[in-house]
């Protein structure tokens, strides 16, 4: 692998395994009531064969079980990603990251549910949909991160009453008919981002959930039947390039959302490409 320059708006940042205390790799630390998102196009391993060496046994077994090839490059970029950004925050390499996963709905055996950090009060999230990733990391609290490709119209038509309110299925009907489908897309979004934050996922029904219409700023306004106490929820759309819609939710204290893209070259070196 060759050695990059450090990450400078769209210099080559460092090649894999780097990343260890002292070395500079240009990817921006976390500050104190940040929320950071990075986003980028999926790479399997057939064009950047250097990225599975990142990954654990166990992200390995997932990665090899996906039958579709664009299925196991979603999973590689996200987690070898994710492992890039949380190595700089945490002055290790990225191969020595240890995710934990946590689930609060069940005891089954086998790792599952919410990524975290063990010993760490840096938070992350995940998502992938179409050929996009999204990795959130937070110091301002548990962030969930929901990135989603616009739904065809007769697919959001099909999901709108399992995922959106009373109230909201009577706002998405109001809007123009072109613009309905990337409005439901960004409801889906919010409430992911809000479900993921608390680690619920989907085993809470994404209807309980009432969120501000899509052309009003991100705010989770309602939700059914919440009964333990819960921190504030501090929702953000934050942009994920055509096509797509993201958000991000943050639970505690107000916070800062910074965004990011990023990018693999076919030597597995990671830029960052200057902002337009
Ligand atoms: C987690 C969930 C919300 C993801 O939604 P999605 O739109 O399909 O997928 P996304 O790409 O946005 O997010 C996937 C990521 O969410 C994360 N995730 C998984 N469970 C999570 C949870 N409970 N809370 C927060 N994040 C979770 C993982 O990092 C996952 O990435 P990975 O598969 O690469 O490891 C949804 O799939 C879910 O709720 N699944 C669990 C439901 C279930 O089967 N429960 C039974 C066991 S308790």
Redesign the pocket.
């Known amino acids: 692998m060759n050695k990059g320059a450090p990450l400078d708006g769209g210099t080559p940042g460092r090649s894999l395994g780097e990343g260890q205390r002292g070395v500079s790799t240009g990817i921006p630390r976390v500050g104190a009531g940040e929320c950071h998102v990075w986003f980028a196009e999926a790479v399997g391993a057939v064009r950047v064969p250097g990225l599975l060496e990142l990954l654990d046994d166990r992200e390995l077994a997932r990665h090899d079980a996906f039958a579709r090839e664009q299925d196991r490059a979603l999973?590689l970029t996200?987690?070898a990603l994710a492992r890039e950004v949380v190595a700089e925050q945490l002055g290790m390499g990225p191969r020595e990251v240890r995710f934990v996963l946590e689930?609060r709905?069940?005891d089954?055996p086998e790792p599952?549910?919410?990524?975290g950090l063990a010993g760490s009060p840096l938070e992350l999230?995940?998502?992938?949909?179409g050929s996009r990733v999204a990795v959130a990391l937070s110091l301002a609290g548990p962030v969930?991160v929901?990135?989603e490709e616009i739904a065809a119209g007769d697919r959001a038509a099909e999901l709108a009453p399992a995922v959106l309110s009373t109230a909201e299925r009577a706002a998405l009907e109001r809007l123009p008919e072109a613009e309905r489908a990337a409005g439901f897309t960004r409801y889906w979004a919010r409430k992911?981002a809000v479900?993921?934050a608390t680690?619920?996922?989907?085993?809470v029904e994404p209807a309980r959930l009432t969120v501000s219409a899509p052309e009003e700023p991100a705010a989770l306004l309602a939700w059914d039947d919440r009964k333990e106490p819960h921190l504030p929820v501090r929702l953000q759309d934050v942009d994920p390039g055509t096509g797509y819609r993201a958000a991000v939710a943050v639970l505690g204290a107000e916070c800062t959302v910074v965004r990011h893209d990023a990018a693999y070259g076919g030597d597995g070196t990671l830029y960052r490409p200057r902002p337009q």
Request: net charge neutral; with cysteine.
């Open positions: 999973y996200a987690h689930c709905h069940c089954r599952h549910g919410k990524p999230s995940l998502s992938h949909s969930g929901d990135l992911e479900l993921k680690g619920d996922g989907l085993m």
